[in-house]
């Protein structure tokens, strides 16, 4: 049974710091390219951050870009997400997300795949 695991969600001030975490049991974490998602009430799931398999490549949306940072690391069966510089409208519940394949993510996201049960943000002004 595959299950992912979020951890770190909190919440914070603006401009202050968060450290996601998602570990992963019950699949070929090594083969699974990894996302993190979010979800602000009354809006529709955004994708934030991707990585693929190895760690080698990273992949982010436009409204996190140098402030977030994706990273894995595979021995451990976990992934992270540094979150720096947040703002009031990174307030949302956020899921971490496995799929074997993932093109065009975080834009896009194949149906099915695996996610976990989220954690909340909160980053007040």
């Known amino acids: 049974q595959v299950q992912l695991t979020e951890s770190g969600g909190n919440s914070v001030e603006q401009g202050g710091s968060l450290r996601l975490s998602c570990t992963a049991s019950?699949?070929?974490?090594?083969?699974?390219?990894m996302g993190w998602f979010r979800q602000a009430p009354g809006k529709e799931r955004e994708g934030v951050s991707c990585?693929?398999?190895?760690?080698?490549?990273?992949y982010y949306a436009d409204s996190v870009k140098g402030r977030f940072t994706i990273s894995r690391d595979n021995a451990k069966n976990t992934m992270w997400m540094q979150m720096n510089s947040l703002k009031p409208e990174d307030t949302a519940m956020y899921y971490c997300?496995?799929?074997?394949?993932?093109?065009?993510?975080?834009?896009?996201?194949?149906?099915?795949?695996?996610w976990g049960q989220g954690t909340q943000v909160t980053v007040s002004s």
């Open positions: 997300a496995a799929a074997s394949i993932a093109p065009g993510c975080p834009s896009r996201w194949p149906q099915g795949g695996y």
């Open positions: 019950g699949l070929t974490f090594d083969r699974h390219v």
């Open positions: 990585i693929s398999w190895s760690g080698s490549s990273t």
